[in-house]
């Protein structure tokens, strides 16, 4: 089974909205917290959102009130909920099991008129 597998990208307009899924293998998602990350432009993976498994969730201040990570426990699938896109989201974006070295190949996400 491929570890982790994103989905759901596409081209938006700014102001709109997709939503991001990710299907992790059963042994990570039932032992890791989960995170969400995305690669812009620039040389670092940049840190998004993770949901804890207790389900407590953290947000970097670039997306806090815009995005909302979820999870469907019976599914092994994690998603990202994207309002309010603005043309700076445009990136790759890439789920991962923060106890494991495993990335998925990601899913671009492009906000542009």
């Known amino acids: 089974q491929v570890p982790l597998v994103e989905s759901g990208g596409g081209l938006v307009q700014p102001g709109g909205s997709l939503r991001l899924s990710c299907e992790a293998s059963?042994?990570?998602?039932?032992?890791?917290?989960m995170a969400w990350y995305r690669k812009g432009p620039g040389p670092q993976r940049e840190w998004i959102a993770t949901i804890m498994m207790g389900g407590y969730t953290a947000y970097a201040d670039s997306v806090k009130g815009r995005f909302t990570i979820s999870r469907d426990i019976a599914k092994n699938t994690v998603f990202l909920q994207m309002n309010s896109l603005k043309p700076e989201d445009t990136a790759v974006y890439y789920c991962k099991g923060l106890n494991y070295p495993d990335w998925g190949q990601g899913t671009q996400v492009t906000v542009s008129s």
């Open positions: 059963r042994s990570i998602f039932t032992n890791s917290n």
